[in-house]
């Protein structure tokens, strides 16, 4: 079962290797600086409000700069089961709810 997680400002994320970004078709680029996700860390992160999978480096530099939007968490409670079910799959489980 996949984990869904959330951050600091409870927007949700899921950790995903490299075979997880294959299946569904995408090709391990991340979304934000375009590099191959595997040379900035060994797992992509797939992150409902980006709307993409980007490498942890870019993951880590949004999270010292995002802000909580509650326009964007209500969204994310009505999309983001559909979201993450169409790329990893039915088996998933959301952290803390």
Same mark, same amino acid.
């Given at each position: 079962?996949k984990?869904i997680?959330k %951050?600091? @400002? /409870?927007y949700y994320y ?9 299946? &569904?078709?995408?090709? =391990?680029?991340? %979304?934000? @600086? /375009? ?12 992150? &409902?409000?980006?709307? =993409? ?7 880590n ?18 999309c983001?089961?559909r ?15």
């Amino acid at each position: 079962m996949k984990k869904i997680k959330k %951050d600091k @400002c /409870g927007y949700y994320y899921a950790d995903v290797e490299m075979q997880e970004i294959y299946n &569904w078709g995408g090709l =391990g680029i991340c %979304d934000s @600086c /375009g590099e191959p996700i595997f040379m900035n860390g060994r797992i992509g992160k797939l992150v &409902w409000v980006l709307g =993409g999978c980007i490498c942890e480096k870019c993951f880590n530099d949004w999270q010292s700069r995002n802000k909580r939007y509650e326009e964007d968490l209500a969204l994310q409670e009505e999309c983001a089961e559909r979201y993450y079910k169409n790329y990893l799959g039915k088996e998933i489980e959301f952290d803390g709810m």
